[in-house]
């Protein structure tokens, strides 16, 4: 339940204190208070509400004890014991606290690197961990760098707002990269016992919508809010009724959300031609696709190889190989996967053999594929990612 209302409740209280780094403190104050009262006092009937009010009211107590808060006491002190302060609304009629969040995490005063996880862990409510992972990156580097995003902030006095003008602008490129790695994060956890965290996805889709609908005129926010439209139109697919993963080429289509494809072709008609617009595309390919066999795998790969110019990335690259391998066929996609062997970023990148390992499979070299799908296993974090490539292993054991 924390997990799924930290970032509100972080938004709320940051509206109060003007401090993510403290906000998240309160916050994480509030969770302690649940776990020693709520088993004596049972779980309250909304214990979202219940772990809000608690943030609320310490945030207010933090206030009036700090005298240089007075100007601010006069806003909060009166009332906040039921209702949030009373806060002016933004230029262009945006209150949203998470949107607010957003902005402030990806301030200037921060490095990108620095903006993205430092939103990763308050708006998503991820572990260090994930967000290294989400980063191949090592964790205490990651770690580092949240503390210090947390520290300039305060010390800078960035204020929680929405900009406006050309500082909202300069800030939309690392806003709508975060949104795009939260929903990311929540479409396919790197972590724990479920491959999908729907409630990310919901709230990076929110987003996304409310950025497009901000800035018409940005063809990029159109670009993402498609992009996620149409991947959030799989999710229910994508696991069967025990929580296990159901791969693409399974899925049952009729579960597809055809309002969230209409929406998603919708805005990719409002897109542009950037990197997002481009992975819009691409999920559009699928989406008309009525069955497996009747995607247009030419046009899939065509388009990551022109994803792969614009955004040089050896985990873009791995993509344009499966969609060469689907074109072309696993002979021509095999020297791709392997020309990315040595690539430092994908070293403990579990997909990397996962992708290797099937197309020795399909090559007919199963005792080659089997090991590629064991060592996979060991580097995901996922449980249920784990025992997806076990079970390939184990198949793949049995026809060599």
């Known amino acids: 339940m924390f997990r799924i209302e930290s970032a509100r409740i972080i938004a ?32 309250p009937d909304s214990p979202g509400a219940w772990l809000m009010a608690t943030a609320k009211h310490r945030a207010v107590d933090l206030v009036r004890r700090k005298e240089t808060y007075a100007r601010k006491l006069a ?31 990806c301030h200037p005063v921060l490095s990108t690197e620095a903006r993205i996880a430092l939103t990763l862990r308050l708006l998503g409510g991820l572990t260090t961990q994930e967000i290294a992972r989400a980063f191949l990156a090592a964790e205490p580097t990651i770690a580092q760098r949240i503390v210090r995003a947390k520290r300039t902030l305060a010390t800078a006095g960035v204020p929680f707002e929405v900009p406006c003008g050309r500082d909202r602008t300069a800030r939309v490129a690392s806003v709508l990269e975060v949104i795009y790695l939260v929903f990311n994060e ?14 990310l996805c919901e709230d990076a889709l929110r987003l996304a919508r409310v950025l497009a609908d901000l800035m018409p005129q940005e063809p990029e926010a159109h670009g993402l809010a498609a992009l996620l439209e149409l991947q959030s139109s799989r999710i229910a697919a994508r696991t069967g009724p025990d929580g296990a993963p159901v791969l693409i080429a399974d899925q049952d289509r ?7 494809i209409l929406r998603g072709i919708e805005a990719l008609r409002r897109a542009g031609s950037g990197p997002y617009s481009v992975q819009a595309a691409i999920a559009a390919c699928h989406a008309r696709a009525l069955r497996y066999a009747d995607t247009d795998w030419g046009m899939i790969a065509a388009l990551y190889g022109r994803l792969v110019e614009m955004v040089p990335s050896p985990v873009m690259e791995l993509n344009r190989a499966v969609a060469v391998s689907m074109a072309r066929g696993p002979a021509d996609a095999l020297p791709l996967v392997d020309a990315l062997g040595g690539e430092p970023a994908l070293k403990n990148y579990h997909l990397l053999p996962s992708v290797r390992g099937d197309l020795l499979e399909r090559l ?17 974090r996922n449980a249920r990612e784990r025992d997806l490539l076990l079970d390939r292993a184990a198949r793949a054991a049995t026809e060599s």
Do not use: C, H, K
């Open 186 to 199: 929540g479409y396919s956890a790197t972590a724990g016992e479920d491959l999908v965290r729907p409630a």
């Open 364 to 380: 007919g070299r199963t005792a080659e594929a089997r090991g590629e799908f064991e060592r996979a296993a060991s580097l995901t």
């Open 12 to 43: 709320r209280v940051a509206r109060i204190v003007r401090d993510v780094g403290i906000a998240e403190e309160i916050a994480q104050d509030a969770l302690v208070a649940a776990l020693d009262q709520w088993p004596e006092s049972g779980v």
């Open 75 to 105: 806003e909060v002190g009166r009332t906040l014991e039921d209702a949030p302060p009373p806060e002016p609304r933004d230029a262009d009629g945006i209150d949203d606290d998470l949107l607010r969040l957003i902005f402030t995490a």
């Open 254 to 260: 009729a579960r597809w959300n055809r309002m969230l």
